[in-house]
């Protein structure tokens, strides 16, 4: 007997998935609006990677250099790597995905986090895996519940540090510890997108442990400090074995001739960087301390984001003040999706859009900062 399939079917589980929702960019009938809700940089990117994409403009009908040879050099150079341990995509979203396509099939787990990142989550079922949550701690990474959830079928483990939506981190004391405990064939993924912002002694990106490792990855953007999420740039420090892996998949010219040109002259400008990170901490701290004082409670973050929890009031809770500051034009974060319904992700923007903020959600609350 032979059933007659009268349509396209996806490989099972496909349409499990659900599908990533981007933050809101729109606050009807409002003339201002300040985004807040990407992560991204107020600051914009830096001149230098403006010119150079301009440039690239008059090229448009050559390939790109399908090893993005100057961007891996220039963050070989900044970074002190050697390039053969550096792989560039568009976006360091398709770096996650291109690991769970290499290193995960039908049967297989990885591990990811309570609040993690959902990139990971869609990818591991994209690729027919199976995502094993494992709890946090106050919205940290927990190491030791990472290391329970482990298994035989345990192929990949999936860290954002520091985490999004959370913005805490876990210290590379932790990170040691969670690498010693998994087993030799489990890659563990080091999603450090928001590293540049990070001003802690005890956190590392994890460049260390990548280069005395054979199964630790570390992934990175240009989405965040550097300005630059409309080129989807993001690279990947690993051992060559993965990256030889990963090299056979990917697509030939997967980065794009003005992205390799932009994120080259941006990842010199390290000048540029600084000044991004100087006004991120003055604005992390004044937004802490501000929210604090109407009687918000505010997450510790070390990244340009801040998760504000709401009073489990009739009111005051996150989806009303989500629509209070819509309607001012301020459009926040809702983080249900990632397990916190009752919380907004505010990132740090200019000093006239953090003021704002402040000043209405004091309203929303009934009282001044
Ligand atoms: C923003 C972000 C990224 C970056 O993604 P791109 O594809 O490089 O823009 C990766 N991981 C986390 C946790 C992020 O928040």
Request: charged share 20%.
């Amino acid at each position: 007997m032979s059933i007659v399939v009268t349509e396209p079917v996806p490989r099972p589980g496909i349409l499990d998935i659900a599908a990533y929702v981007p933050g809101k960019e729109h606050a009807p009938g409002v003339a201002r609006v300040f985004k807040l809700s990407a992560n991204e940089t107020p600051l914009g990117a830096s001149p230098k990677a403006i010119e150079a994409f301009k440039a690239a403009a008059s090229h448009l009908e050559i390939y790109p250099d399908g090893l993005a040879t100057e961007l891996r050099e220039a963050i070989g150079a900044v970074h002190g790597l050697n390039t053969a341990n550096i792989l560039c995509g568009n976006g360091s979203d398709e770096l996650l995905g291109l690991l769970c396509h290499v290193y995960l099939g039908v049967g297989d787990e990885a591990v990811i986090t309570e609040h993690g990142f959902l990139v990971y989550k869609i990818q591991i079922m994209g690729a027919g895996a199976k995502p094993v949550v494992a709890k946090e701690k106050d919205a940290t990474v927990d190491v030791d519940a990472i290391l329970a959830a482990v298994t035989e079928k345990t192929k990949l483990v999936f860290i954002a540090n520091p985490g999004n939506p959370t913005g805490t981190y876990v210290p590379v004391s932790e990170i040691r510890r969670l690498h010693a405990g998994l087993p030799k064939n489990v890659i563990l993924v080091l999603d450090a997108a928001y590293a540049e912002y990070v001003r802690r002694n005890d956190y590392e990106a994890g460049l260390e442990l990548v280069a005395t490792s054979r199964n630790v990855v570390m992934t990175r953007t240009f989405s965040k400090a550097y300005g630059l999420a409309a080129l989807r740039i993001g690279w990947m420090y690993a051992p060559t074995a993965i990256i030889d892996a990963m090299n056979r998949v990917r697509g030939p010219f997967n980065m794009n001739a003005p992205a390799i040109a932009a994120g080259a002259s941006a990842v010199r400008d390290q000048a540029f960087i600084e000044k991004a990170v100087e006004h991120n901490t003055l604005w992390l701290d004044k937004l802490t301390h501000a929210f604090e004082a109407i009687g918000l409670r505010v997450t510790p973050s070390v990244t340009n984001f801040l998760l504000i929890h709401f009073p489990d009031v009739d009111g005051k809770r996150a989806e009303e003040a989500d629509a209070f500051l819509t309607s001012r034009g301020y459009i926040l974060r809702a983080v249900k999706g990632y397990g916190f319904p009752n919380a907004l992700r505010m990132t740090v923007g200019t000093e006239e859009a953090n003021r704002g903020v402040i000043e209405t959600l004091g309203e929303f609350m009934g009282r001044t900062a």
